[in-house]
């Protein structure tokens, strides 16, 4: 048996599979405190004979096995997460291989292997909803360097007409800031998934995507850009995004047409759990 966490801020999705990855058993935990979510997940699991599980954590994490930091939550706003050694504490109560990265990076993985990437090499997955986060796949495997990519942080260029301060408690007019779902909300007052089709605000929406997309793609050239989370669940807005990304990368550079290019997530709230099970077999 196989396990999965796919560890957010809001819930921890955690599954089981058997050797074909056939997901036979799983859970939906609210995130609380460490220990509070911890004795949920233990008792899940204590369920089953595991050989190895695979977990995909919100962030930032440690993941540089060479550092003390190996294994933690960093500095998260979450209450209680900062500086939480959550692999240790995993490995402490299962002796058996875990392996370990974000959540973003760890659906950018199911994607490309059972989703919207599979038969590619490489892809970038960018999920926008509460916040926004990226995980990148090069040559079929997870790419880090000093840390995990942060793609929800990047800076972007403001819109002229756009005077909103952003929602981010570290950089308030990054990508995130100006382009998740709460500064949706922030903006109109209505939450994203009951804004109209017709409001102002995805025109400026599709924008910021759109920039973000083009500097993945002039720094990355992924084979292709997969879109997830509760923001992108709407074909208009995937639409503007393809439109604006051709119009500001203005024919500088060769991409496949849009509609290949920028995709809808294909295992749509599983890319992440899938992801973790890959993983887990292959530790």
């Known amino acids: ?11 921890f999705v955690c599954a089981v599979a058997d050797d074909t990855l056939k997901i036979i058993d799983s859970v939906s935990i609210p995130t609380r405190t460490p220990a509070e979510t911890l004795a949920d997940v233990f008792q899940f699991f204590d369920q089953y004979e595991l050989t190895a599980m695979g977990i995909g954590s919100f962030g930032p994490i440690g993941i540089d096995p060479k550092k003390d930091s190996y294994g933690y939550v960093l500095a998260t706003p979450k209450p209680g997460w900062s500086e939480y050694d959550f692999l240790g504490n995993m490995k402490a109560h299962y002796n058996i291989p875990i392996a370990w990265t974000t959540d973003v990076n760890a659906a950018a993985y199911g994607e490309l292997k059972q989703g919207a990437a599979q038969g590619k090499d490489s892809c970038i997955y960018l999920t926008v909803g509460t916040g926004i986060g990226g995980g990148v796949v090069i040559n079929g495997e997870i790419f880090s360097g000093i840390s995990h990519p942060e793609m929800g942080h990047i800076r972007v260029k403001r819109a002229t007409e756009d005077t909103y301060v952003g929602t981010c408690p570290y950089h308030k007019d990054c990508l995130e800031g100006l382009a998740a779902g709460p500064s949706l909300e922030a903006r109109t007052g209505i939450k994203g998934q009951e804004l109209p089709q017709d409001h102002p605000i995805w025109e400026l929406q599709a924008y910021y995507i759109a920039q973000a997309l ?26 503007k995004i393809r439109q604006q990304f ?23 709230n599983k890319s992440g759990v899938i992801g973790c099970l890959l993983l887990a077999k292959e530790a």
Request: hydrophobic content about 40%; overall charge negative.
């Open 214 to 239: 083009m500097n993945y793609t002039l720094t990355l050239a992924p084979e292709v850009i997969v879109l997830g989370g509760g923001v992108m669940n709407q074909d208009h807005l995937l639409h």
């Open 246 to 268: 051709v119009e500001q990368m203005a024919g500088y550079m060769e991409t496949p047409e849009a509609s290949e290019y920028i995709v809808r997530w294909g295992l749509p």
């Open 1 to 11: 048996m196989y396990g999965a966490i796919e560890a957010g801020g809001t819930k």
